[in-house]
Structure formats: structure tokens, C-alpha cells
């Protein structure tokens, strides 16, 4: 099983909708865990931590559920700019951080 | 959030040439980077852990004698991809974890082609 696992899309939204991306882990015992966004021939930039109490920046909401190791990501009034790839990601606590293989999202005007 | 540098952004070379790459953590001292690759289309690759005055541990698969990783000082750390072969062509990516050891902040890669 992969430590990390992720849906890898695409993902095709209209502009407005509003779209959600799952996420498990295998490690019981993960202490971190992150949304990345990866734009085409960028690198990976934070995009927010996650909580067991969720968390909301904005546009997007993040939510963590430790006994289900599940991780999601939701963003409501998507933009053309939100198009890009999501990287689910999670601290083990051994060095590197371990990174999910990304979803892609195109939102279509 | 901290600042990681990475130099240079675009690297085109011949066959057989040997390309260093700078990774540089410029507001935070780094004991831990990280190099990646990134093929088109493909997720990110950790190639190596690098750690400042000891060697770096490389992934399984990832030729040691052909990317070499120095990390003398604790802001930088570098790459050298060594006799440079058109399949090296890719897009270099370094990161280093900030102070809490938690966040990872990447620089802005390098894309090499190797002609």
C-alpha cells in the first residue's frame, strides 16, 4: 500500500463549482499533514496545514480524520487560477515529508 | 514563509557536460535539503536527502557517482549532475525543512536540457 494516495484526476469544474479531493494515508502514526499546490512547471507551494479541527483559509477548507487516516480538501467558487495540481501531504516523522502523486483540477470558464 | 533559493532556473548543455545546481536557504540555517526530479507529467521523485558536513542518502535507484550532493555549509547545498546525458534532461527541484522541521519550502527548480 502507498504510504500516501490520492485520486489523480483531472478534475474538470466549471468556474463556481465547488469540488473536493480526498486523500488516505497508511501511517497510523503521522503527526503533519499539508495541502501543496504544483502549478505546471513550478514547484510545489504551500497551500495550507491541516488539523484534526479542520481548518478553513478562505475559498479552502481542510479536514483531517485520524482515525480514518483520510485527508480532504475543498474548494467552494472555484477560480480559472485555482487550476493546478494538489498535493496531499504528510509528516511521519522521519525527514522527508512524504507526498502524495497529486490530483490535477482545470476549472473551465 | 522561509525563502529557499535555488540557481539556475534553465540550464541547456551538451551531452557530457557536467551542470551544478545551487540550493540556498536564504532567512534559515537548513541541517536537511532535499533534491527532487520531476519528469513532464509525472510526480515529484525524491532523489537524495542531503545533510549539512555528512554525506547525503540517496534513494534507491539514484546513482550516487552521478549526481553529487555537497551540503559544506548550513544554507547550501549543491547538485551536480555529472556527464549530463539527454535522459537527465528534467526539471530539478531543491527543498530544505524549515525550523520546525515540519514545513518543507521548496526553490523554484531547475530545468535542465541536455541536448
Known amino acids: 500500500r502507498k504510504e500516501v494516495e490520492q485520486d489523480p484526476g483531472p478534475f474538470n469544474v466549471p468556474e463556481g463549482a465547488t469540488v473536493a479531493f480526498n486523500c488516505t494515508y497508511s501511517?497510523?502514526?503521522?503527526?503533519?499533514f499539508f495541502w501543496y499546490r504544483q502549478d505546471c512547471r513550478k514547484e510545489p507551494k504551500l497551500l495550507m496545514s491541516?488539523?484534526?479541527s479542520g481548518n478553513e483559509d478562505g475559498r479552502f477548507t481542510a479536514q483531517l480524520n485520524r482515525a480514518s487516516q483520510y485527508i480532504s480538501l475543498l474548494i467552494r467558487d472555484s477560480k480559472l487560477s485555482d487550476s493546478a495540481t494538489y498535493l496531499c501531504?504528510?509528516?511521519?516523522?522521519?525527514?522527508?515529508?512524504?507526498f502524495g502523486k497529486g490530483t490535477r483540477l482545470s476549472v473551465i470558464a | 514563509g522561509a525563502v529557499v533559493s535555488q540557481h539556475p532556473s534553465r540550464v541547456i548543455c551538451k551531452s557530457g557536460t557536467s551542470v551544478k545546481i545551487e540550493c540556498r536557504s536564504l532567512?534559515?540555517?537548513?541541517?536537511?535539503m532535499f533534491w527532487y526530479r520531476q519528469f513532464p507529467k509525472k510526480s515529484l521523485m525524491l532523489m537524495a536527502t542531503?545533510?549539512?558536513?555528512?554525506?547525503?542518502?540517496?534513494e534507491q535507484g539514484v546513482e550516487k557517482d552521478k549526481f553529487l550532493i555537497n551540503h559544506a555549509s548550513l544554507t547550501l547545498s549543491t547538485l551536480t549532475v555529472t556527464s549530463a546525458h539527454p535522459e537527465d534532461s528534467s526539471f530539478y527541484i531543491c527543498?530544505?525543512?524549515?525550523?520546525?522541521?515540519?514545513?518543507?519550502?521548496f526553490g523554484a527548480g531547475t530545468r535542465l536540457s541536455v541536448l
Open positions: 527543498s530544505a525543512m524549515g525550523l520546525a522541521g515540519v514545513i518543507q519550502y
Open positions: 501511517n497510523s502514526a503521522s503527526q503533519s
Open positions: 491541516v488539523y484534526s
Open positions: 501531504v504528510v509528516n511521519s516523522g522521519n525527514t522527508p515529508l512524504v
Open positions: 532567512d534559515f540555517q537548513a541541517t536537511t
Open positions: 542531503s545533510n549539512e558536513g555528512s554525506k547525503a542518502t540517496y
